[in-house]
């Protein structure tokens, strides 16, 4: 932080994109989470830090990218303070600074979990097939989190996206042939994993 102070001139400004904290737990989107993220913000305590080395608050945007961030612009510009009154509130409000908000956190992804094993023993009993598509690192949260008697196998797949009508195309697959269409079978489903582009969501924001 003291580089950050030190770097700036009067009219610099420092962006920097996190994964939110805020959007992570109302989304529960614990499948975001693996060993090389495990930093998530919000605006209350990164106020009270830049403040204390003379930085302000300037502008907040929200965005879909890895199950939701934010994009954060700072400055050594005295800054309105109805910047950041709204989020915190909102922070606040959520309850992400009280333990009772992750214990039901954590009672909301054992819920999740139980019922995804669940459709996933229903799809492999009647025959189906399970496909996973998302990059295959984040893919290992989602994937480890599910019982093993479900003796599913679910190979993560990397997507990127082919041209801008957004049609996408696999590179890096963690597995040889990917099904066509035509491959599934009544009672198979896609298993999406969390991606990094804004228009594929988490995994567990389409239960």
């Known amino acids: 932080m003291l580089l950050i102070a030190e770097t700036l001139d009067d009219t610099g400004f420092f962006i920097f994109e996190a994964q939110s904290l805020i959007?992570?737990?109302?989304?529960?989107a614990f499948d975001t989470i693996y060993l090389e993220?495990?930093?998530?913000?919000g605006i209350r305590p990164l106020n009270k830090l830049y403040s204390k080395h003379g930085l302000h608050i300037h502008h907040?945007?929200?965005n879909e990218y890895m199950?939701?961030?934010m994009r954060v612009y700072v400055s050594k510009q005295p800054a309105d303070k109805?910047?950041?009154t709204p989020f915190i509130e909102r922070e606040e409000e959520a309850g992400i600074y009280s333990l009772d908000t992750y214990k039901q956190f954590m009672n909301s992804v054992k819920k999740f979990k139980f019922?995804?094993?669940r459709q996933l023993y229903d799809i492999k009993t009647n025959g189906g097939k399970i496909i996973g598509i998302g990059a295959a690192t984040k893919g290992n949260t989602i994937i480890t989190s599910l019982s093993d008697s479900a003796n599913t196998r679910i190979h993560p797949c990397n997507l990127a996206p082919a041209n801008p009508d957004g049609i996408y195309?696999?590179?890096?697959c963690t597995f040889h042939h990917i099904p066509t269409p035509s491959n599934l079978t009544h009672g198979s489903i896609p298993l999406v994993t969390p991606f990094m582009h804004d228009n594929v969501p988490s995994v567990s924001s389409l239960w």
Request: a negative charge; glycine letters at 8%; charged letters at 15%.
């Open 82 to 84: 109805d910047v950041t």
């Open 37 to 41: 993220h495990v930093s998530y913000l």
């Open 115 to 117: 019922n995804l094993n």
């Open 67 to 69: 199950g939701g961030s």
């Open 60 to 62: 907040i945007e929200l």
């Open 23 to 28: 959007q992570l737990v109302e989304r529960i």
């Open 169 to 172: 195309h696999t590179y890096t």
